[in-house]
C-alpha cells in the first residue's frame, strides 16, 4: 500500500500555502531553484524555504537531489499535480484581470530540437499547447544540426550536450541516458558482447562523426577504434539499420522504447547521460506564446521522465 502523503493522518490544510504549491510546481518544472524563482519573480531563498514549510506542513520529503537538479519524491508526484492545478488557476486568474483570455494568447513560436527529441517530446509539448491556445502556431524544425548562436530563425531551441556561453537565456530541461542495443536476430547471428574487448568485434551503429558534437555520446568511450558500419545524421536512420541487423547502436532510452524488438547489450559501462538545454532568445522570452510552449516542453519531460533516464 503507498505510504505516501494520502496515509498521512492531521494534515491541516489551513497551514498549506497555495503560494508554496505554486513554488513546487515550478521547481518539479526546472529542476532548479534559481530558474523557479526567476519564473515566479521571487529569491531562490525564498523558494527553498517556503518548500520547506510545504514539506513541515505535509509531514514529508516533496524532493531529492537527483543527478543534475532537484527531483520529485514518491510524495512529490502524488502533490505535484495539485500544485501545477494551483498554478493554472492563478493564471487564469491573471489572464481574466488583464482582460487576456487563454484564447487570446496568439503569435508564432518556431523551435528547433534533434529529430528523435523533438519528435518524441517537443512535439507533443506542441500539440497540448495547440489544444490549450488556439491562437498559437508553432513551426518545429529538427536535424542534428548544433545550436548556432548566430541564427535568428528560432524563439527556443532544445539542444542536446553542453551549451557554451552565450546571450540566450538557458535553463535546463532535462536528461536523457543511451545505452548499446541490437536486434534480438542480431544477437542470436552474432552473440551478445559482455566486455568492451567483446564489442570491438561488432559493426557499429552511430552518428556521423563531423555531426556528433555531443561529448558524452562518444563511441570512443567504448571502444578505442570502433568499426562503425553505418552511419546517418539521422537517429530513424539509425534506428531503423539497427532494427534491421546492422549491427550495435548507441541510442536513447527515449527512442530504444519505440522498438520492442531491440535488446539492451550490457558490457559492464554505465548508461551515457547527456543533458537537454532549452534556450530562448531574450527579445522573445516575454511573449505569452513562448512562455506557453517552454512550459509545455517542461510539463513533458517531467511527466515522461521514466522514458529518459534508468534507475541508478
Not at 518524441?120 to 491556445?133: D, E, L, Q
Request: charged share 25%; hydrophobic share 45%.
Amino acid at each position: 500500500m503507498h505510504s505516501g502523503v494520502g496515509m498521512v493522518r492531521g494534515i491541516d490544510p489551513r497551514q498549506i500555502r497555495a503560494d508554496d504549491l505554486r513554488y513546487l510546481a515550478a521547481v518539479a518544472e526546472t529542476g532548479r531553484l534559481v530558474t523557479a524563482a526567476r519564473m515566479l519573480g521571487v529569491d531562490h531563498t525564498t523558494v527553498s524555504r517556503r518548500l520547506r514549510a510545504l514539506e513541515k506542513s505535509l509531514g514529508t520529503r516533496l524532493l531529492g537531489r537527483g543527478y543534475d537538479g532537484w527531483v520529485l519524491t514518491e510524495d512529490g508526484l502524488s502533490v505535484v499535480e495539485h500544485a501545477r492545478a494551483v498554478q493554472e488557476a492563478v493564471e487564469k486568474a491573471a489572464d481574466a484581470i488583464g482582460g487576456r483570455a487563454e484564447n487570446d494568447i496568439t503569435g508564432t513560436v518556431r523551435v528547433t530540437a534533434a529529430d528523435g527529441f523533438g519528435t518524441r517530446f517537443v512535439t507533443p509539448a506542441i500539440t497540448r499547447v495547440r489544444s490549450r491556445y488556439p491562437g498559437i502556431t508553432v513551426e518545429l524544425l529538427t536535424g542534428a544540426s548544433r545550436l548556432n548562436l548566430r541564427q535568428t530563425n528560432f524563439d527556443i531551441a532544445v539542444t542536446i550536450g553542453p551549451v557554451p556561453a552565450t546571450p540566450l537565456y538557458t535553463e535546463s530541461l532535462c536528461s536523457y541516458d543511451s545505452a548499446l542495443f541490437a536486434s534480438r536476430e542480431y544477437l542470436a547471428l552474432h552473440g551478445s558482447p559482455a566486455s568492451v574487448e567483446e564489442l570491438a568485434r561488432h559493426p557499429l551503429i552511430f552518428f556521423i562523426d563531423a555531426l556528433q558534437q555531443v561529448r558524452e555520446l562518444d563511441l570512443e568511450t567504448y571502444v578505442s577504434d570502433p568499426v562503425v558500419g553505418f552511419t546517418s545524421n539521422n537517429i530513424f536512420a539509425l534506428l531503423e539499420a539497427t532494427r534491421r541487423g546492422g549491427g550495435i547502436a548507441l541510442i536513447s532510452k527515449f527512442m530504444a522504447m519505440t522498438a520492442p524488438d531491440l535488446c539492451r547489450v550490457d558490457i559492464g559501462i554505465p548508461p551515457a547521460r547527456v543533458e537537454v538545454t532549452l534556450a530562448v532568445r531574450k527579445e522573445a522570452e516575454s511573449r505569452g506564446a513562448v512562455q506557453a510552449v517552454r512550459r509545455a516542453l517542461h510539463h513533458e519531460v517531467s511527466a515522461r521522465a521514466e522514458e529518459l533516464v534508468w534507475d541508478a
